[in-house]
Protein backbone atom coordinates (compact mmCIF):
# COMPACT_ATOMS: atom_id res chain seq x y z
CA UNK A 1 0.00 0.00 0.00
CA UNK A 2 1.47 3.32 -0.84
CA UNK A 3 -0.05 5.62 2.05
CA UNK A 4 1.42 8.75 0.66
CA UNK A 5 -1.86 10.17 -0.50
CA UNK A 6 -4.05 9.13 2.86
CA UNK A 7 -0.99 10.56 4.98
CA UNK A 8 -1.10 13.81 3.20
CA UNK A 9 -5.20 13.69 3.52
CA UNK A 10 -5.51 12.72 6.87
CA UNK A 11 -2.42 15.32 8.59
CA UNK A 12 -3.47 18.04 6.27
CA UNK A 13 -7.32 17.85 7.45
CA UNK A 14 -6.47 16.33 10.87
CA UNK A 15 -5.09 20.38 11.32
CA UNK A 16 -8.35 21.43 9.74
CA UNK A 17 -11.23 19.74 11.67
CA UNK A 18 -12.11 16.19 13.71
CA UNK A 19 -14.53 15.95 11.47
CA UNK A 20 -13.32 15.36 7.77
CA UNK A 21 -10.09 13.46 9.91
CA UNK A 22 -12.58 11.05 11.24
CA UNK A 23 -14.62 10.47 8.03
CA UNK A 24 -11.28 9.75 6.49
CA UNK A 25 -10.32 7.26 9.15
CA UNK A 26 -13.70 5.37 8.78
CA UNK A 27 -13.40 5.57 4.71
CA UNK A 28 -9.29 4.26 4.95
CA UNK A 29 -10.39 1.68 7.60
CA UNK A 30 -11.36 -0.34 4.23
CA UNK A 31 -8.16 -1.69 3.09
CA UNK A 32 -9.37 -1.55 -0.69
CA UNK A 33 -9.54 2.06 0.01
CA UNK A 34 -5.60 2.52 0.31
CA UNK A 35 -4.38 1.57 -3.03
CA UNK A 36 -2.99 3.71 -5.59
CA UNK A 37 -5.67 3.54 -8.08
CA UNK A 38 -8.28 3.87 -5.77
CA UNK A 39 -7.25 6.96 -4.98
CA UNK A 40 -6.38 8.34 -8.33
CA UNK A 41 -9.49 6.45 -10.35
CA UNK A 42 -12.24 5.96 -8.06
CA UNK A 43 -12.11 8.68 -5.66
CA UNK A 44 -11.78 11.41 -8.26
CA UNK A 45 -14.45 9.62 -10.57
CA UNK A 46 -16.80 9.89 -7.52
CA UNK A 47 -16.20 13.09 -6.05
CA UNK A 48 -16.57 14.43 -10.52
CA UNK A 49 -20.09 12.65 -10.76
CA UNK A 50 -21.27 13.76 -7.56
CA UNK A 51 -23.80 16.38 -8.13
CA UNK A 52 -24.83 16.79 -4.39
CA UNK A 53 -22.45 19.48 -2.51
CA UNK A 54 -21.00 17.17 0.34
CA UNK A 55 -20.11 19.75 2.58
CA UNK A 56 -21.45 20.50 6.14
CA UNK A 57 -21.79 23.82 7.22
CA UNK A 58 -19.91 24.35 10.54
CA UNK A 59 -19.32 27.61 12.58
CA UNK A 60 -16.40 28.62 13.90
CA UNK A 61 -15.54 31.65 16.26
CA UNK A 62 -14.76 34.60 14.46
CA UNK A 63 -14.80 37.77 17.04
CA UNK A 64 -16.01 38.53 20.54
CA UNK A 65 -18.16 41.90 19.65
CA UNK A 66 -17.95 44.95 22.91
CA UNK A 67 -21.19 43.35 23.78
CA UNK A 68 -20.05 39.82 24.76
CA UNK A 69 -22.03 38.34 22.19
CA UNK A 70 -19.64 35.64 19.67
CA UNK A 71 -19.85 35.84 16.21
CA UNK A 72 -19.09 33.18 13.90
CA UNK A 73 -17.39 32.31 10.18
CA UNK A 74 -18.95 29.45 8.15
CA UNK A 75 -16.85 27.16 7.48
CA UNK A 76 -17.52 24.15 5.23
CA UNK A 77 -16.13 20.83 5.70
CA UNK A 78 -15.51 17.95 2.57
CA UNK A 79 -17.04 14.34 2.99
CA UNK A 80 -14.61 11.77 2.96
CA UNK A 81 -14.38 10.72 -0.32
CA UNK A 82 -14.80 14.49 -1.19
CA UNK A 83 -11.51 15.48 1.24
CA UNK A 84 -9.41 12.68 -0.67
CA UNK A 85 -10.04 14.01 -3.89
CA UNK A 86 -9.27 17.04 -3.19
CA UNK A 87 -6.14 15.65 -1.99
CA UNK A 88 -5.29 13.51 -5.21
CA UNK A 89 -5.79 17.00 -7.04
CA UNK A 90 -3.64 19.30 -5.28
CA UNK A 91 -0.87 16.70 -4.99
CA UNK A 92 -1.24 16.27 -9.06
CA UNK A 93 -1.05 20.28 -8.67
CA UNK A 94 1.99 20.32 -6.79
CA UNK A 95 4.15 18.86 -10.00
CA UNK A 96 3.01 22.33 -11.88
CA UNK A 97 5.15 25.31 -11.06
CA UNK A 98 2.21 27.93 -11.96
CA UNK A 99 -0.07 26.35 -9.04
CA UNK A 100 3.05 27.54 -7.24
CA UNK A 101 2.35 31.03 -5.50
CA UNK A 102 5.10 33.36 -6.55
CA UNK A 103 7.80 34.22 -4.44
CA UNK A 104 6.56 37.08 -2.64
CA UNK A 105 3.54 35.48 -1.94
CA UNK A 106 3.93 33.17 1.66
CA UNK A 107 0.81 31.72 1.99
CA UNK A 108 -0.42 27.74 0.83
CA UNK A 109 2.78 27.09 -0.55
CA UNK A 110 2.57 23.70 -2.40
CA UNK A 111 4.86 21.11 -0.60
CA UNK A 112 6.46 18.02 -2.61
CA UNK A 113 3.69 15.59 -3.42
CA UNK A 114 5.86 12.91 -1.57
CA UNK A 115 5.37 14.76 1.18
CA UNK A 116 3.16 12.98 3.85
CA UNK A 117 2.93 16.05 6.34
CA UNK A 118 0.07 17.54 3.79
CA UNK A 119 -0.40 19.57 0.84
CA UNK A 120 0.85 22.98 2.13
CA UNK A 121 4.44 23.71 3.43
CA UNK A 122 3.63 24.37 7.42
CA UNK A 123 2.66 28.40 7.67
CA UNK A 124 5.04 29.24 10.26
CA UNK A 125 7.68 28.96 7.14
CA UNK A 126 6.05 31.62 5.26
CA UNK A 127 5.76 33.57 7.92
CA UNK A 128 9.80 33.88 8.37
CA UNK A 129 10.38 34.21 5.23
CA UNK A 130 8.11 37.38 4.88
CA UNK A 131 9.69 38.60 7.77
CA UNK A 132 13.31 38.13 6.12
CA UNK A 133 12.43 40.03 3.13
CA UNK A 134 10.45 43.15 4.66
CA UNK A 135 14.09 43.26 6.48
CA UNK A 136 16.09 43.32 3.46
CA UNK A 137 14.15 45.96 2.16
CA UNK A 138 13.77 48.45 5.31
CA UNK A 139 17.47 48.33 5.80
CA UNK A 140 17.36 49.62 2.04
CA UNK A 141 14.53 51.88 2.55
CA UNK A 142 15.13 52.98 6.33
CA UNK A 143 13.58 56.61 5.71
CA UNK A 144 10.60 54.83 4.40
CA UNK A 145 7.57 53.20 6.04
CA UNK A 146 5.64 50.09 6.24
CA UNK A 147 1.94 49.70 5.38
CA UNK A 148 -0.10 46.56 6.42
CA UNK A 149 -3.30 46.05 4.50
CA UNK A 150 -5.33 42.90 4.36
CA UNK A 151 -8.98 42.10 2.24
CA UNK A 152 -12.56 42.04 3.92
CA UNK A 153 -14.25 39.20 3.72
CA UNK A 154 -11.62 37.27 1.13
CA UNK A 155 -12.69 34.04 0.75
CA UNK A 156 -16.62 34.72 1.11
CA UNK A 157 -16.15 37.43 -1.63
CA UNK A 158 -14.75 35.34 -4.33
CA UNK A 159 -17.55 35.22 -7.09
CA UNK A 160 -18.30 31.68 -8.43
CA UNK A 161 -17.29 33.34 -12.25
CA UNK A 162 -13.91 34.04 -11.15
CA UNK A 163 -12.88 30.92 -9.97
CA UNK A 164 -14.33 28.58 -12.66
CA UNK A 165 -12.20 31.28 -14.72
CA UNK A 166 -9.08 31.53 -13.15
CA UNK A 167 -8.92 27.22 -12.98
CA UNK A 168 -9.92 26.99 -16.17
CA UNK A 169 -6.75 29.02 -17.51
CA UNK A 170 -4.07 27.65 -14.91
CA UNK A 171 -5.32 24.23 -15.71
CA UNK A 172 -5.16 24.91 -19.33
CA UNK A 173 -1.85 26.57 -19.03
CA UNK A 174 0.06 23.40 -16.92
CA UNK A 175 -1.68 21.00 -19.28
CA UNK A 176 -3.36 19.27 -16.86
CA UNK A 177 -5.23 15.97 -17.97
CA UNK A 178 -9.05 16.27 -18.67
CA UNK A 179 -9.93 14.16 -15.62
CA UNK A 180 -7.97 16.81 -12.86
CA UNK A 181 -9.39 19.45 -15.27
CA UNK A 182 -13.00 18.17 -14.37
CA UNK A 183 -12.54 17.32 -11.28
CA UNK A 184 -11.64 21.35 -10.08
CA UNK A 185 -14.48 22.37 -11.91
CA UNK A 186 -16.78 19.92 -10.15
CA UNK A 187 -15.47 21.09 -6.44
CA UNK A 188 -15.94 24.46 -7.80
CA UNK A 189 -19.73 23.87 -8.64
CA UNK A 190 -20.69 22.26 -5.87
CA UNK A 191 -19.55 25.36 -3.78
CA UNK A 192 -21.46 27.85 -6.20
CA UNK A 193 -24.37 25.25 -5.21
CA UNK A 194 -23.45 25.12 -1.28
CA UNK A 195 -23.09 29.06 -1.66
CA UNK A 196 -26.25 29.55 -3.01
CA UNK A 197 -28.43 27.44 -0.67
CA UNK A 198 -26.74 28.72 2.29
CA UNK A 199 -26.83 32.21 1.54
CA UNK A 200 -23.18 31.79 2.84
CA UNK A 201 -20.70 33.97 0.28
CA UNK A 202 -20.40 34.01 -3.53
CA UNK A 203 -19.08 30.88 -4.81
CA UNK A 204 -15.91 29.73 -2.86
CA UNK A 205 -16.77 27.99 0.55
CA UNK A 206 -14.33 28.43 3.06
CA UNK A 207 -12.65 25.26 4.63
CA UNK A 208 -11.84 22.80 1.66
CA UNK A 209 -7.97 23.07 1.02
CA UNK A 210 -8.90 23.56 -2.75
CA UNK A 211 -10.19 27.18 -1.91
CA UNK A 212 -6.39 28.17 -1.17
CA UNK A 213 -5.57 26.94 -4.85
CA UNK A 214 -8.04 29.04 -6.40
CA UNK A 215 -7.42 31.92 -3.79
CA UNK A 216 -3.62 32.22 -4.84
CA UNK A 217 -4.57 31.65 -8.53
CA UNK A 218 -7.29 34.39 -8.62
CA UNK A 219 -4.84 37.13 -6.95
CA UNK A 220 -1.86 35.89 -8.97
CA UNK A 221 -2.35 38.45 -11.48
CA UNK A 222 -2.64 41.49 -8.77
CA UNK A 223 0.31 40.24 -7.23
CA UNK A 224 2.85 40.12 -10.47
CA UNK A 225 1.34 43.76 -10.88
CA UNK A 226 1.80 45.27 -7.64
CA UNK A 227 5.11 43.11 -7.55
CA UNK A 228 6.88 45.00 -10.81
CA UNK A 229 4.88 48.40 -9.77
CA UNK A 230 6.78 48.33 -6.80
CA UNK A 231 9.98 46.98 -7.79
CA UNK A 232 9.79 44.04 -5.39
CA UNK A 233 8.25 46.07 -2.22
CA UNK A 234 5.09 44.03 -2.41
CA UNK A 235 4.48 40.87 -0.10
CA UNK A 236 1.52 39.04 0.49
CA UNK A 237 0.28 36.13 2.83
CA UNK A 238 -3.13 35.40 2.21
CA UNK A 239 -5.24 38.50 2.67
CA UNK A 240 -2.49 40.35 4.58
CA UNK A 241 -0.67 42.32 2.74
CA UNK A 242 2.95 44.51 3.43
CA UNK A 243 3.86 47.55 0.86
CA UNK A 244 7.17 48.87 1.72
CA UNK A 245 8.70 52.63 0.19
CA UNK A 246 8.33 55.95 0.35
CA UNK A 247 4.69 57.61 1.95
CA UNK A 248 3.88 59.17 -0.74
CA UNK A 249 4.74 56.15 -3.34
CA UNK A 250 3.08 53.28 -0.69
CA UNK A 251 -0.15 55.39 -0.50
CA UNK A 252 -0.20 55.50 -4.16
CA UNK A 253 0.36 51.97 -4.37
CA UNK A 254 -2.42 51.45 -2.35
CA UNK A 255 -4.78 52.98 -4.53
CA UNK A 256 -3.39 50.89 -7.90
CA UNK A 257 -3.77 47.73 -5.34
CA UNK A 258 -7.68 48.68 -4.43
CA UNK A 259 -8.03 49.75 -8.10
CA UNK A 260 -7.07 46.24 -9.14
CA UNK A 261 -8.96 44.55 -6.56
CA UNK A 262 -12.11 45.79 -8.07
CA UNK A 263 -12.47 43.90 -11.09
CA UNK A 264 -12.94 41.03 -8.58
CA UNK A 265 -15.44 43.42 -6.10
CA UNK A 266 -12.66 42.75 -3.51
CA UNK A 267 -12.09 45.56 -1.13
CA UNK A 268 -9.02 46.52 1.49
CA UNK A 269 -10.00 46.95 5.02
CA UNK A 270 -9.40 50.66 6.49
CA UNK A 271 -9.43 51.24 10.13
CA UNK A 272 -7.29 49.60 12.78
CA UNK A 273 -6.16 46.84 9.78
CA UNK A 274 -4.77 49.26 7.81
CA UNK A 275 -1.53 51.16 9.09
CA UNK A 276 2.19 52.56 8.69
CA UNK A 277 5.27 52.32 10.50
CA UNK A 278 8.07 54.02 9.72
CA UNK A 279 10.90 51.32 8.67
CA UNK A 280 13.40 52.10 10.72
CA UNK A 281 11.07 51.34 13.79
CA UNK A 282 10.07 48.01 11.68
CA UNK A 283 13.41 46.72 11.86
CA UNK A 284 13.49 46.14 16.12
CA UNK A 285 11.33 43.32 15.35
CA UNK A 286 13.09 42.38 12.97
CA UNK A 287 13.69 38.87 14.88
CA UNK A 288 10.33 38.27 16.09
CA UNK A 289 10.18 35.01 14.51
CA UNK A 290 13.29 33.75 15.78
CA UNK A 291 13.27 32.22 19.31
CA UNK A 292 15.14 29.67 21.22
CA UNK A 293 11.53 28.43 22.94
CA UNK A 294 10.12 27.36 19.77
CA UNK A 295 13.07 25.02 19.89
CA UNK A 296 12.79 23.37 23.32
CA UNK A 297 8.49 22.98 22.48
CA UNK A 298 9.77 20.88 19.20
CA UNK A 299 11.96 18.83 21.12
CA UNK A 300 9.16 18.23 23.43
CA UNK A 301 7.09 17.12 20.78
CA UNK A 302 9.39 14.86 18.74
CA UNK A 303 10.42 13.18 21.97
CA UNK A 304 6.79 12.57 22.94
CA UNK A 305 6.19 10.80 19.61
CA UNK A 306 9.67 8.44 19.39
CA UNK A 307 8.68 7.59 22.89
CA UNK A 308 5.14 6.25 21.83
CA UNK A 309 6.80 4.89 18.39
CA UNK A 310 10.09 3.09 20.09
CA UNK A 311 7.65 1.79 22.94
CA UNK A 312 4.27 0.45 21.32
CA UNK A 313 2.29 -0.78 24.48
CA UNK A 314 -0.55 0.01 26.36
CA UNK A 315 1.51 -0.19 29.69
CA UNK A 316 3.85 2.34 28.03
CA UNK A 317 1.49 4.33 27.01
CA UNK A 318 -0.27 4.30 30.65
CA UNK A 319 3.22 5.43 32.50
CA UNK A 320 3.71 8.50 30.06
CA UNK A 321 0.02 9.43 30.26
CA UNK A 322 0.27 9.10 34.30
CA UNK A 323 3.85 11.57 34.84
CA UNK A 324 2.55 13.97 32.76
CA UNK A 325 -1.06 13.99 34.92
CA UNK A 326 1.04 14.04 38.11
CA UNK A 327 2.89 17.52 36.97
CA UNK A 328 -0.74 18.80 35.51
CA UNK A 329 0.81 18.03 31.72
CA UNK A 330 -2.06 17.68 29.34
CA UNK A 331 0.06 17.00 25.97
CA UNK A 332 -2.47 14.49 24.21
CA UNK A 333 -1.03 11.15 23.74
CA UNK A 334 -2.23 8.94 20.45
CA UNK A 335 -1.29 5.08 20.21
CA UNK A 336 1.34 4.53 17.87
CA UNK A 337 1.28 1.14 18.92
CA UNK A 338 -0.86 -0.63 15.80
CA UNK A 339 0.84 1.51 13.31
CA UNK A 340 4.55 0.86 14.80
CA UNK A 341 4.00 -3.22 14.48
CA UNK A 342 2.88 -2.49 10.73
CA UNK A 343 5.28 -0.32 9.33
CA UNK A 344 8.04 -2.86 10.93
CA UNK A 345 6.71 -5.59 8.43
CA UNK A 346 8.74 -7.18 5.78
CA UNK A 347 6.97 -4.93 3.30
CA UNK A 348 7.14 -1.53 4.93
CA UNK A 349 11.15 -2.42 6.99
CA UNK A 350 13.16 -0.24 4.04
CA UNK A 351 10.79 2.74 5.01
CA UNK A 352 10.77 2.68 8.24
CA UNK A 353 15.25 2.38 8.27
CA UNK A 354 14.77 5.46 6.16
CA UNK A 355 12.39 7.25 7.88
CA UNK A 356 14.12 6.71 11.45
CA UNK A 357 17.69 6.15 10.29
CA UNK A 358 18.68 9.57 12.33
CA UNK A 359 17.29 8.10 15.74
CA UNK A 360 20.36 6.51 17.26
CA UNK A 361 19.94 3.93 19.72
CA UNK A 362 21.91 6.51 22.55
CA UNK A 363 19.65 9.30 22.22
CA UNK A 364 16.37 7.14 22.13
CA UNK A 365 17.17 5.63 25.21
CA UNK A 366 17.43 9.00 27.30
CA UNK A 367 13.62 9.30 25.99
CA UNK A 368 12.21 8.39 29.22
CA UNK A 369 8.43 9.16 30.94
CA UNK A 370 10.56 11.01 33.48
CA UNK A 371 12.69 12.72 30.71
CA UNK A 372 9.64 13.58 28.76
CA UNK A 373 7.77 14.94 32.62
CA UNK A 374 11.03 16.92 33.29
CA UNK A 375 11.28 18.19 29.66
CA UNK A 376 7.82 19.74 30.19
CA UNK A 377 8.09 21.11 33.49
CA UNK A 378 10.86 23.23 32.22
CA UNK A 379 9.44 24.08 29.14
CA UNK A 380 6.18 25.58 31.50
CA UNK A 381 8.92 27.36 33.62
CA UNK A 382 10.28 29.28 30.58
CA UNK A 383 7.05 29.68 28.57
CA UNK A 384 5.96 32.11 32.02
CA UNK A 385 9.04 33.78 32.33
CA UNK A 386 8.46 34.68 28.60
CA UNK A 387 4.94 35.52 28.74
CA UNK A 388 5.26 37.44 32.24
CA UNK A 389 8.65 39.57 30.27
CA UNK A 390 6.67 40.67 27.73
CA UNK A 391 3.76 41.71 29.04
CA UNK A 392 6.07 43.59 31.30
CA UNK A 393 7.44 45.16 28.28
CA UNK A 394 4.54 45.90 25.98
CA UNK A 395 3.07 49.51 25.04
CA UNK A 396 -0.17 49.70 24.82
CA UNK A 397 -0.78 53.09 22.62
CA UNK A 398 1.64 51.38 20.02
CA UNK A 399 -0.01 49.94 17.12
CA UNK A 400 2.81 48.64 15.69
CA UNK A 401 3.83 47.08 19.15
CA UNK A 402 0.56 45.55 19.93
CA UNK A 403 0.74 43.90 16.08
CA UNK A 404 3.98 42.26 17.03
CA UNK A 405 3.26 41.29 20.29
CA UNK A 406 -0.11 39.57 19.94
CA UNK A 407 1.59 36.37 17.84
CA UNK A 408 3.84 36.05 20.55
CA UNK A 409 1.33 36.19 22.78
CA UNK A 410 -0.67 33.48 20.70
CA UNK A 411 2.52 31.31 20.54
CA UNK A 412 3.56 30.95 24.07
CA UNK A 413 -0.09 30.62 25.62
CA UNK A 414 -1.31 28.37 23.61
CA UNK A 415 1.47 26.14 24.50
CA UNK A 416 0.55 26.93 28.01
CA UNK A 417 -2.80 25.45 27.76
CA UNK A 418 -0.84 22.56 27.46
CA UNK A 419 1.61 22.85 29.84
CA UNK A 420 0.48 24.97 32.54
CA UNK A 421 -1.10 24.03 36.04
CA UNK A 422 -4.65 24.86 35.98
CA UNK A 423 -3.89 27.41 38.77
CA UNK A 424 -1.57 29.19 36.20
CA UNK A 425 -3.96 29.14 33.19
CA UNK A 426 -6.18 30.83 35.19
CA UNK A 427 -4.06 33.90 36.05
CA UNK A 428 -2.54 33.85 32.05
CA UNK A 429 -6.11 34.02 30.98
CA UNK A 430 -6.64 37.09 33.59
CA UNK A 431 -4.09 38.70 31.77
CA UNK A 432 -4.56 38.48 28.82
CA UNK A 433 -7.93 39.55 28.93
CA UNK A 434 -7.44 42.64 28.06
CA UNK A 435 -6.22 41.49 24.49
CA UNK A 436 -9.70 41.24 22.20
CA UNK A 437 -7.32 39.67 20.11
CA UNK A 438 -6.55 36.52 22.18
CA UNK A 439 -10.57 35.88 23.49
CA UNK A 440 -10.39 32.65 21.63
CA UNK A 441 -7.19 31.47 23.53
CA UNK A 442 -8.23 33.15 27.27
CA UNK A 443 -11.62 31.31 26.85
CA UNK A 444 -9.87 28.32 26.44
CA UNK A 445 -7.65 28.53 29.00
CA UNK A 446 -10.61 29.40 30.83
CA UNK A 447 -12.49 25.88 30.18
CA UNK A 448 -9.36 24.38 30.65
CA UNK A 449 -8.48 25.51 34.46
CA UNK A 450 -12.77 24.93 35.65
CA UNK A 451 -13.75 21.94 33.23
CA UNK A 452 -16.85 24.27 32.53
CA UNK A 453 -17.47 24.24 28.44
CA UNK A 454 -20.55 26.22 28.64
CA UNK A 455 -18.89 29.33 26.59
CA UNK A 456 -16.74 27.08 24.50
CA UNK A 457 -19.91 25.71 23.15
CA UNK A 458 -21.55 29.26 22.45
CA UNK A 459 -18.00 29.95 20.35
CA UNK A 460 -18.01 27.10 17.76
CA UNK A 461 -16.92 24.10 16.85
CA UNK A 462 -13.28 24.90 16.85
CA UNK A 463 -12.94 26.36 20.09
CA UNK A 464 -15.07 22.93 21.50
CA UNK A 465 -12.55 21.00 19.39
CA UNK A 466 -9.30 22.83 20.77
CA UNK A 467 -10.59 22.57 24.44
CA UNK A 468 -12.03 18.83 24.11
CA UNK A 469 -8.48 17.20 23.21
CA UNK A 470 -7.26 19.05 26.40
CA UNK A 471 -9.67 18.27 28.56
CA UNK A 472 -9.63 14.67 27.57
CA UNK A 473 -5.90 14.30 29.27
CA UNK A 474 -8.23 14.36 32.78
CA UNK A 475 -10.70 11.43 33.54
CA UNK A 476 -12.18 14.29 35.18
CA UNK A 477 -15.99 15.15 34.35
CA UNK A 478 -16.99 18.75 32.32
CA UNK A 479 -20.03 20.71 33.39
CA UNK A 480 -21.87 23.33 31.38
CA UNK A 481 -25.36 25.64 31.98
CA UNK A 482 -26.90 26.43 28.40
CA UNK A 483 -30.42 27.91 28.22
CA UNK A 484 -30.57 28.17 24.47
CA UNK A 485 -29.65 25.06 22.38
CA UNK A 486 -29.27 26.63 18.77
CA UNK A 487 -27.37 25.35 16.21
CA UNK A 488 -23.97 26.12 17.14
CA UNK A 489 -24.57 24.71 20.54
CA UNK A 490 -25.80 21.45 18.77
CA UNK A 491 -22.90 21.23 16.66
CA UNK A 492 -20.52 21.82 19.69
CA UNK A 493 -21.74 19.25 21.64
CA UNK A 494 -21.91 16.50 18.43
CA UNK A 495 -18.04 17.40 18.78
CA UNK A 496 -17.82 16.89 22.56
CA UNK A 497 -19.44 13.22 21.88
CA UNK A 498 -16.88 12.81 19.13
CA UNK A 499 -14.40 13.08 21.44
CA UNK A 500 -15.75 11.02 24.13
CA UNK A 501 -17.25 13.48 26.55
CA UNK A 502 -19.70 12.18 28.53
CA UNK A 503 -22.35 14.70 29.27
CA UNK A 504 -26.09 14.67 29.79
CA UNK A 505 -28.63 17.54 27.78
CA UNK A 506 -32.30 16.84 26.50
CA UNK A 507 -32.84 14.72 22.90
CA UNK A 508 -31.54 16.12 19.87
CA UNK A 509 -32.68 16.59 15.96
CA UNK A 510 -29.23 17.69 15.42
CA UNK A 511 -28.22 14.51 13.16
CA UNK A 512 -24.70 15.23 13.70
CA UNK A 513 -24.47 14.55 17.26
CA UNK A 514 -27.07 11.70 16.60
CA UNK A 515 -24.42 10.45 14.36
CA UNK A 516 -21.54 11.16 16.87
CA UNK A 517 -23.64 9.05 19.81
CA UNK A 518 -24.44 6.17 17.17
CA UNK A 519 -28.15 6.87 17.53
CA UNK A 520 -30.71 5.93 14.25
CA UNK A 521 -27.84 5.48 12.33
CA UNK A 522 -29.72 3.17 9.79
CA UNK A 523 -31.18 6.41 9.37
CA UNK A 524 -28.33 8.02 8.98
CA UNK A 525 -27.37 6.12 6.35
CA UNK A 526 -30.42 6.88 3.70
CA UNK A 527 -30.15 10.73 5.25
CA UNK A 528 -30.71 13.44 2.44
CA UNK A 529 -27.75 14.94 3.79
CA UNK A 530 -24.66 13.73 1.28
CA UNK A 531 -22.32 14.45 4.92
CA UNK A 532 -23.97 12.91 7.25
CA UNK A 533 -24.98 9.90 4.95
CA UNK A 534 -21.49 9.30 3.89
CA UNK A 535 -19.79 9.52 6.97
CA UNK A 536 -23.11 7.02 8.67
CA UNK A 537 -22.77 4.90 6.19
CA UNK A 538 -18.46 4.39 6.54
CA UNK A 539 -19.02 4.26 9.87
CA UNK A 540 -21.15 1.33 9.92
CA UNK A 541 -24.55 0.49 12.16
CA UNK A 542 -22.16 -0.31 15.53
CA UNK A 543 -21.55 1.61 18.66
CA UNK A 544 -19.90 4.60 18.21
CA UNK A 545 -15.76 4.51 18.00
CA UNK A 546 -15.08 8.12 17.11
CA UNK A 547 -12.93 8.41 20.22
CA UNK A 548 -10.90 5.28 19.99
CA UNK A 549 -10.21 6.10 16.32
CA UNK A 550 -8.70 9.76 17.78
CA UNK A 551 -6.34 8.05 19.87
CA UNK A 552 -5.32 5.36 17.22
CA UNK A 553 -2.87 6.89 14.73
CA UNK A 554 -3.47 5.84 11.21
CA UNK A 555 0.70 5.33 10.45
CA UNK A 556 3.92 5.92 12.70
CA UNK A 557 3.98 9.23 9.86
CA UNK A 558 0.92 10.40 11.32
CA UNK A 559 1.52 14.06 12.96
CA UNK A 560 1.10 14.22 16.69
CA UNK A 561 -2.20 16.55 16.85
CA UNK A 562 -2.44 19.53 18.75
CA UNK A 563 -5.58 20.42 17.93
CA UNK A 564 -5.37 24.07 20.35
CA UNK A 565 -2.56 25.32 18.32
CA UNK A 566 -3.94 24.06 15.33
CA UNK A 567 -7.17 25.59 15.89
CA UNK A 568 -5.29 29.04 16.84
CA UNK A 569 -3.36 28.92 13.55
CA UNK A 570 -6.81 28.14 12.21
CA UNK A 571 -8.35 31.08 13.69
CA UNK A 572 -5.92 33.90 13.24
CA UNK A 573 -5.64 33.22 8.97
CA UNK A 574 -8.47 31.22 8.09
Same mark, same amino acid.
Given at each position: ???????????Q????????????????????????????????????????????R???????????????????????????????????????????????????????????????????????????D???????????????????????????????????????H???????????????????? *??? =??? @???? $?????? /???? %?? &??????????????????????????????????????????????N??E??L???? *??? =??? @???? $?????? /???? %?? &???????????????????????????????????????????????????????????????????????R??????A??????????????????????????????????????????????????????V??????????S??C??M???????V????????????????????????????I????????????????????????????????????????????????????????????????????????????????????????????
Amino acid at each position: MDSTIALKALNQYRKRDVLPYLGLRYYLDNKSARSQRWFEEVATKLATDNINSPYIRTFHFKEREPSGEYTHRDVYLPSPNEALAEIVLITELSKHTNFQPKPYVYSYRLSDHNDTSGVFIPYFNGLKDRQRDIAEACRVKTDGVVLYTDIKRFYPSINSHDAQSVWSRAAAHAGLRREHVELGEAFLRKHHD *KCL =KDG @SGKG $LLTGPV /FSHI %IA &NLLLDEVDSFMHDLTEGHYWRYVDDIVLVGAEADVDQWRESLQQKLNKYELLLHDGA *KDF =KVD @SEAW $LDGEKD /FETD %IS &NQWISLIADTKRYLIKNPSEHAFQVLQQHFRQKDIRIPLIDYSIAAKEVTTLLSFSRWLKRYRTWSYKNIKRITPEHLAILAYNTRTELMNQIDKLLHMHNRSDVYANKRLIPKLRFIAGRLVLLASRVELSEVSDRLRTFPELSFLCTIMDCVASRDVSEVLKMGANATQAACQVLNSSPEPVSFNIEHYDEIVELSLAVLALNGIDFEVPNTSSKLRQFALGQELSGLMTDDDTFIKEISCLHGNTAPRHESMLKQAFDVDEDLALDVINQLQNSSHC
